[in-house]
C-alpha cells in the first residue's frame, strides 16, 4: 500500500483528534507514570500487561479471573477508539498502570487512557515516499524505564518519552534502501532493548541486534547468517550467506534464569532450494543467543534447505513439560511447516524431544528420532522450473499469530489453518538490492470436499493429543489470548467476530462482531478492581491475502472490511 494513503488518513486522524474535549489526563498520568524495571518485568503484576505475550515465556496468559466462563455472557463494550488507518493491525495494547500504548500501521504510537479511551498522545514516525516493506504493520511497542520503543519500517528504533510521546532517541540499525525493515514489538530486558530485521523476501542477510535502553548505542549484533570462519557458513555455497534471509520478524522470548533469549528465524534466500544447496543454517530455526553478549549458545532448525516459504520465525513457547515421569524446560513450537515441535533448552543448547503433525502435511516422509531432521519427499519440494504441489500451503498451518498456554489448564491453545495446499515454480533470479529476491510463482488451493478451513487446536504437551479443536468455515488468522478464568479469546475469522471459549472444553461461550476482521493480538488487564479485555480489529496483510486467494480458488466473494479500531471490553454491572 502507497505511503500516501496512510498519510491521508492519518492526517483525517488529527482531524478528530483537535476536536476531542481534554481530559486533562495527561497532566495526571505524567506524575504517576512508574517505571517500567527488570523486577516487574520478570515478575508482572497480573493487572497489567508490560509486553507482547504478558510474560517472557510467551504464554499469552493471565491469571485475572474477574471475566470468567460462568459470567462472560455479560462482557461488553465500554469503549472503541478508531486508529485513523487501513490495513494489518496487528499490534497487542500493552498497558502500564492504566496507561495504554499501541501502535498501527504507518507507525503511529497511541498513548490512551485505559479506563477511559481518551487520548493521551500521538508519535507518527516520519516515513519517506521511497520507504521500502513489504508489510505496512506493525506489533507492537516494548516499556523499560520511563521510556516506550517502537521498531519501524526504514528500520529505527525509537525510544519516546512515556509520559509526553517526544522523541528521546532514534538509531537507525540497517539501511532500509537494501531491503531492511522492521515490524515486531521490541523485547526489553536488562537494560537491553532487543529487535530483529524483516526483509527475508528481498535478500537480506537478518539478525538481532541490542541497544543500550538509555542511549540507543548498539551492545550486540548477531546474524542469523554464519559468515566464512563462523560454524554453520560451511552449509552456505560461495557467496550465497549475503543474501540467504533469515530474517527475524517476531518478538523474542527470554529465560532470566539461563540468562538467553530465544528467537525464530525465517526462510532463505532466493525460495528454491535448488539454488543455495546446502542445510542453511541459521534458517528456519530457533536460536538461543546469551542477553548479554549475543553470542548464539544453541540453535535447532525446524526444516533445512527451506522451499516452501514456510518462515519459522514465531518464537517458542517456555514451558515446562513432563514425559515419561520427568519434568524439564522445553521449547515448544507450533511450526508453520505443519509440525508440533517439542524441545528441551539448556544452558548451552536445544536439544530434540518430540515432533508431530498437526494439520496435514505431506512434505515430511519421517523424523530422525534423534536429531529432529526431517527427510524430504522430493516431487513435493520446488525447484527452479519444476512446480510442486505441497501441504500445508506457503502460510502454513500457523503463520505469525502466537499460540497460547494455561498453566491451570496445562493445555497449548494454536490458531491453524487447515486444509489448505499449493504448489511453487522456482524460476532463476539475480539479487538487486531492495528488490523481491524469492524467484518464486506460488498458487494456493482450498482441499477438494473441505468443509472447513480455521481451526482452534488444543494440546495436552505432556502427552502428545489433542483435546479438543474448534472449527471455522472461514481462515484463522487469530492471536490468541487465555486466562485464569477459564477463558480462550481469539479473533481471525472473516466474520469479525471476537470469541471467547470454555478453555477445558473448547464450547463458545461469547462472541462480539467488530467493525473488521481481528488480527490482532488480545491483552488484558484491571484498573481499580475492573478487568478488561482489549484487541484491536482491522483486517489486512496476509490475512486479506488469503481471502483473496480463496475467492478466486472457490469462487467466493468473501469481503472484510478495513480500517483499524481498538475495541476494550468489561463485564456489565
Request: proline share 6%; net charge negative; aromatic share 12%.
Amino acid at each position: 500500500m502507497k505511503l500516501d494513503r496512510y498519510w491521508a488518513a492519518i492526517r483525517l486522524m488529527f482531524l478528530i483528534v483537535l476536536v476531542m474535549p481534554g481530559p486533562g489526563i495527561a497532566q495526571q498520568s505524567a506524575k504517576s507514570y512508574r517505571v517500567v524495571t527488570d523486577e516487574r518485568l520478570k515478575e508482572p503484576e497480573p493487572e497489567n500487561w508490560l509486553f507482547y505475550r504478558g510474560t517472557y515465556n510467551g504464554w499469552g496468559y493471565s491469571p485475572l479471573e474477574q471475566i470468567n466462563s460462568e459470567n462472560i455472557g455479560s462482557l461488553v463494550p465500554v469503549w472503541a477508539f478508531s486508529t485513523g488507518v487501513n490495513g494489518g493491525h496487528e499490534a497487542v495494547p500493552i498497558v502500564n498502570d492504566g496507561i495504554m500504548f499501541v501502535t498501527t500501521p504507518g507507525n503511529q504510537v497511541i498513548a490512551i487512557d485505559a479506563r477511559t479511551g481518551d487520548l493521551l498522545w500521538l508519535y507518527q514516525h516520519e516515513l519517506a515516499e521511497d520507504a521500502i516493506a513489504y508489510h505496512y504493520t506493525n506489533r507492537g511497542v516494548a516499556l523499560y524505564g520511563d521510556k516506550v520503543f517502537t521498531a519501524t519500517l526504514d528500520a529505527k528504533v525509537v525510544a519516546l518519552d512515556a509520559t509526553s510521546g517526544e522523541v528521546v532517541w532514534d538509531a537507525s540499525v540497517a539501511d532500509n534502501a537494501a531491503g531492511y525493515y522492521m515490524t515486531l514489538a521490541p523485547l526489553t530486558a536488562e537494560g537491553k532493548v532487543m529487535v530483529g530485521v524483516s526483509g527475508g523476501e528481498l535478500g537480506i542477510r537478518g539478525f538481532v541486534v541490542a541497544l543500550d535502553t538509555e542511549t540507543g548505542e548498539e551492545v550486540w549484533r548477531t546474524h542469523t547468517i554464519p559468515a566464512p570462519g563462523d560454524p554453520g557458513n560451511e552449509t552456505w555455497p560461495g557467496d550465497s550467506w549475503r543474501t540467504g534471509g533469515a530474517a527475524v520478524w517476531l518478538t523474542g522470548h527470554y529465560d532470566p534464569d539461563l540468562g538467553l533469549t530465544y528467537w525464530g528465524t525465517g526462510n532463505p534466500g532466493p525460495w528454491m532450494g535448488d539454488a543455495r544447496p546446502g542445510d542453511n543454517l541459521y534458517t528456519n530455526s530457533v536460536i538461543a543467543l546469551d542477553i548479554e553478549t549475543g553470542e548464539l549458545v544453541g540453535h535447532h532448525q525446524y526444516h533445512w534447505n527451506g522451499s516452501w516459504d514456510w518462515d519459522e520465525v514465531s518464537t517458542p513457547l517456555l514451558i515446562d513439560v513432563e514425559r515419561d515421569g520427568r519434568v524439564f524446560p522445553a521449547l515448544v513450537h507450533p511450526g508453520r511447516n505443519g509440525y508440533l515441535w517439542l524441545l528441551e533448552r539448556s544452558a548451552d543448547e536445544i536439544s530434540f524431544v518430540d515432533a508431530w503433525p498437526y494439520v496435514r502435511q505431506d512434505v515430511f516422509t519421517s523424523i530422525d528420532p534423534e536429531s529432529g531432521r526431517p527427510s524430504y519427499d522430493e516431487q513435493k519440494k520446488p525447484g527452479t522450473g519444476f512446480r510442486a504441489p505441497f501441504c500445508p500451503s506457503l502460510w502454513g498451518g500457523k503463520d505469525w499469530p502466537p499460540a497460547a498456554y494455561n498453566p491451570g489448564t496445562k493445555l497449548l491453545y494454536i490458531p491453524v489453518n487447515e486444509n489448505l495446499c499449493g504448489s511453487i515454480l522456482g524460476r532463476e533470479i539475480e539479487y538487486e538490492p531492495g528488490r523481491s529476491f524469492t524467484g518464486a510463482e506460488s498458487q494456493m488451493t482450498v482441499w477438494p470436499g473441505a468443509e472447513h478451513i480455521g481451526e482452534l487446536q488444543a494440546w495436552d504437551m505432556s502427552t502428545g493429543e489433542e483435546v479438543w479443536t474448534r472449527e471455522f468455515e472461514s481462515p484463522n488468522w487469530g492471536p490468541v489470548l487465555t486466562t485464569a478464568g477459564n477463558l480462550v479469546f481469539m479473533g481471525g475469522t472473516t466474520d469479525r467476530n471476537f470469541r471467547a471459549f470454555d478453555a477445558r472444553t473448547g464450547d463458545q461461550l461469547w462472541e462480539h462482531r467488530t467493525n473488521s476482521g481481528i488480527i490482532g493480538v488480545p491483552s488484558t488487564y484491571m484498573i481499580d478492581g475492573v478487568q478488561y479485555i482489549a484487541v484491536q480489529s482491522g483486517w489486512g496483510v496476509d490475512a486479506a491475502s488469503m481471502t483473496r486467494r480463496i475467492n478466486r480458488d472457490l469462487g467466493t466473494e468473501t469481503f472484510v472490511p478495513e480500517g483499524g479500531v481498538i475495541w476494550v471490553f468489561a463485564l456489565q454491572n
